[in-house]
Nanobody, 114 residues
Framework: QVQLVESGGGLVPAGGSLTLSCAATIIDFSLYGTRWYHQAPGKQRVLVASIDLNSTVAYADSVKDRFVISRDNVKNSLYLQMSSLKPEDTGVYFC????????WGQGTQVTVSS
């Protein structure tokens, strides 16, 4: 049974920082690609960062130079370091792992106050 559990969300003032974590209960985590998605209130879920099994990273333009995605294949964990946060970064952040199938976590709320 695959399980993804996000943590680290919270309330932060604009310009602040947060680090999100995603703990994966999954066999062979290192063989999966991984992603972070953001769902702003009333909007669709969008991809913000990805890191594949070769540790190749990619970012949405909206978070480039502010967010850093990383993974620890020993701890079966995925991270998202967020800095210079803006009110528009508010929403629920979901981690996602994919190989032959896609698995989602339940999300963690981030609120950035102006």
């Amino acid at each position: 049974q695959v399980q993804l559990v996000e943590s680290g969300g919270g309330l932060v003032p604009a310009g602040g920082s947060l680090t999100l974590s995603c703990a994966a209960t999954i066999i062979d985590f290192s063989l999966y690609g991984t992603r972070w998605y953001h769902q702003a209130p009333g909007k669709q879920r969008v991809l913000v960062a990805s890191i594949d099994l070769n540790s190749t990273v990619a970012y949405a333009d909206s978070v480039k130079d502010r967010f850093v995605i990383s993974r620890d294949n020993v701890k079966n964990s995925l991270y998202l370091q967020m800095s210079s946060l803006k009110p528009e970064d508010t929403g629920v952040y979901f981690c996602n792992v994919y190989r032959n199938r896609v698995f989602w976590g339940q999300g963690t709320q981030v609120t950035v106050s102006s």
